[in-house]
């Protein structure tokens, strides 16, 4: 893909006079629109000036000042920086904002969570439900004033600690001996919850009556406990015979909240949370973070800690391609073969982690500067020997194996996921939306670190089906390999670091909106300092959980088996998706 | 649809197979025990490894590399068979935990009632650490060190005290052999300078 032309600098606020207005707090970019020019003003950015991907939406509580503030960052497919718009609403019940649903429907999943973490409402919402928290939860907890059931302080370092720390087991502290509050007079015994019949009258609304034949549709629940679900995620499919009617994804099972946690730590206690998100690849989370903090703090990454960045994260994208493979056939039915032999090249790459970083899983490994440590002795080699000689011929092994086998192809072939235009239309990021065919790709469409002095393409495939999903996995992995090969060539001698390790770090005030491009989209940090220690906002933009935003779409019309498949070739993991 | 891209993938299976049985082969007959010993694991953990790739834990561990971290321990110098703790209960490593699980009493002189630099107290909940090594990271002393020892399961609440939690420090050059070196060179640059500037005063 060509390197993205740089257009005029669009003046919103010329073009909308008394409804757009340029945000001039400090350290803050974009444009204020207001709450009754929403509409028009998104649907000029999306059609005038071309922003066709609205990246991520979120909400932030400016409590001090009163106002509640949604935050839209949106993006175009032809590559380019961000436009970030906001509205402003005052922060009294109800907080009303209008949807953006209608003009990208990828907003969907993301204005529930705003309005289940948050509570804005948004008015003309298709489905504005709860859908990280239960149903009978009470209160909206990412609200500055919302204090959770082991609530100390509000900001970490707890006082407690030192210099009189006397050791309390957090379970002493509350009565329920438990990490729940429930609201006053609420009996979980007798709880009837509401949430069911909202879900199923959800769904209920896409039946319709075909013909004078009447047939039953039946509700499946698959999951949480399903082996094919990756994780704890649900989906309520109604079917007909086999065919699905609806659906709708269920989830919130493994939440835990991590944009609160992130708000109570410092700017540093971040980087080990944030390895929690996707397991499978701590190393580009810590990588997405780190350049959203670096990015507020304006400061320059030591050269040799970009190239063991990037070798690492590269790393982190093959181990993550190849265990998709794997798991692929696992939903497939080719049980275990084609995962142990991915398995197998895993667990050498993650040996190299585990030897830099202390860890094979959660890394922990960069830091706001550069990176940890230096690499140990030997392992630069153990990463040649890897990249020249064993995987590239254990790529082609995998390609062999699978690539060609009729009964493979028979089953992937022509089983449609999304097509190009609706992939944009939901936001979807990452291997998904270049299966599709459209080369975007944050790497070369928006470079950070140092992308940019690698040759390398971007692999795109046109059909959009679920072989074509498989075989862009494959030829990413052959791509990384290219990069990594180049960069370990490349690699200066040098410090790893800029500055002095420091564990609390000076982060200026301001808002920033870091992204990278993870093995599984665009993971992005939206990071708000108020130049205190601890972030103001602490926002995570996880591929898996925008991407599951088109789930019915693609699921609607196909059989009930594919739902397995797509659900697979999308590559969810619920450590991200439920956060 | 004639079925070679079947045999072509079974092909791969093939060999695979075919390769666990001849390196095993290949050992016996160089004379070179491929199970339960280093040498095999550390081949089984090369780029070049064929064959039987799984390691049987517990009979067999994986080499573990100097890095690696578990939950932290105190070190402390033996000095004429007396304990000295490194710890001066500074604080870094609980301000700096991101689960906050370290708590640390400080000791306070009896007489003037001014802070002691030794802890009194010092509880690691390991049930909440969640091994991010930031403890030792920042650590000015060298006082607190990620561990190496990770079967610490057990069927109650691991809440590890000052007495669990010491371990001399020739434990920790073993397990750490290129790190001690380097810090403890560090630290005798520092007081070698510290002592010149002594003299020069």
Redesign the interface.
Known sequence: MATPTTTATLDLAARFPGAVSADARPGYKGWIVEKDKLIEVATAIRDEFGYDHLTAVTGVDYLPEGKMEVVYHAFKTTGGPVLTFKVQVPRVDPVEVPSVTSIWPGAEFQEREAWDLLGVKFTNHPDLRRILLWEGFEGHPLRKDWKEAFYEEDAKPFKSRWPEGKHVMAEEKNPFKDNINFPKDFDPEQWVPEGEAALYGALARYQVQEGSLKTDHIVINMGPQHPSTHGVFRAAVTVDGETVVSLKPVMGYLHRNHDKIGERNTFLQNMPFTDRLDYFNSMSNNFGYAVAVEKLMNIQVAERAEYIRVIMAELSRIQNHLVFIGMLGNDLGMMYTPALYAFEERELILDIFEAVSGSRMMCNYYRFGGVVRDLPEGVLEKIKGLVFERLPVKADELDRMLTENEVFVARMKGVKVIDAENAIRYSITGPVLRAAGVPYDIRRADPYSIYDRFDFDIPTRPNGDLMDNYLLRLDEIRQSLRILQQAVKQIPEGPVMTGKPQYQVRVPAGESYGRVESPKGELAFYVVSNGKPNPFRYHVRPPSFVNITALEKMCVGTKIADFIAILGVIDIVLGELDR | ??????L??L???AK?FWNTYWEDITWFFSGKKRYFNEDGVKAR?????KGI?TVQYPEEKLII?????YVPFLVYDEADGKKEIRCT?C??C?????P?C?????TNDPVTGR?VPQPA?F?I?AD?C?????CA??CPFDAIK?DHDFEIASYN?N?FNLDKLMKPASYYESIRP?NATRENEARKAKEAAKAAKAEAA
């Open positions: 649809m004639d079925g070679k891209g079947i072509k993938g092909g791969v299976t695979r953990a090369s780029k070049d490894t790739f590399p100097e890095e690696f971290r209960s604080g870094i609980a301000k700096v935990c991101p906050q370290i708590w640390i009493v400080r802070p107290e509880y909940d909440i969640m091994n991010c090594g930031f990271e920042y990620m609440r809440v290129l």
